[in-house]
């Protein structure tokens, strides 16, 4: 599992710029999220029927606040541009150290981030689109 062997690496190195945060109430969320002011963010998920219903929420909320992101290569992840490994935990340890090495890579990759978020997701932008899905349009 990704999330035991990453923390497993985390114990034995105490790495100083690895942070972990308690839980936020629901309300303050985006708040928190936006002053963690995150160089990167990561969306592991294993791969089982449970992660395969899930929504890509957590990417547009990186997104949005152009976080790049590195993320399991799975379904709910295809079309975000974030950087998508296998749940390899070397292959992520080397994309987070190359991460966080590069600035200018992180820029980039959090700018594809934002724009796919600003192109893709915006309600406005498909509102015809449902208003006839729902036969609400006249």
Same mark, same amino acid.
């Given at each position: 599992?990704?999330?035991?062997?990453?923390?497993?690496?985390?114990?034995?190195?105490?790495?100083?710029?690895?942070?972990?945060?308690?839980?936020?109430?629901?309300?303050?969320?985006?708040?928190?999220?936006?002053?963690?002011?995150?160089?990167?963010?990561?969306?592991p998920l294993e791969h089982n029927s449970y992660n395969y219903a899930k929504s890509? *929420? #957590? @990417?547009?909320?990186?997104?949005? !606040?152009? /976080?790049?992101? =590195?993320?399991?290569?799975?379904? &709910?992840?295809?079309?975000?541009?974030? *950087? #998508? @490994?296998?749940?390899?935990?070397? !292959?992520? /340890?080397?994309? =987070?150290?190359?991460?966080?090495? &590069?600035?200018?890579?992180?820029?980039? *990759?959090?700018?594809?981030?934002?724009?796919?978020?600003?192109?893709?997701?915006?309600?406005?932008?498909?509102?015809?689109?449902?208003?006839?899905?729902?036969?609400?349009?006249?």
């Open positions: 599992c990704l999330s035991r062997g990453l923390g497993d690496v985390y114990k034995r190195q105490k790495l100083d710029y690895i942070e972990f945060h308690k839980h936020t109430a629901f309300h303050e969320y985006h708040l928190k999220l936006e002053q963690l002011n995150l160089d990167i963010a990561i969306a890509n *929420l #957590k @990417l547009l909320e990186y997104g949005a !606040l152009s /976080i790049p992101t =590195i993320s399991s290569n799975t379904v &709910n992840y295809n079309d975000s541009p974030a *950087l #998508k @490994l296998d749940n390899d935990t070397g !292959l992520w /340890i080397n994309a =987070i150290n190359q991460l966080a090495d &590069n600035l200018e890579l992180r820029i980039e *990759l959090g700018n594809k981030m934002h724009d796919w978020v600003n192109n893709s997701y915006f309600l406005e932008d498909s509102l015809e689109q449902w208003l006839t899905c729902l036969n609400l349009k006249a």
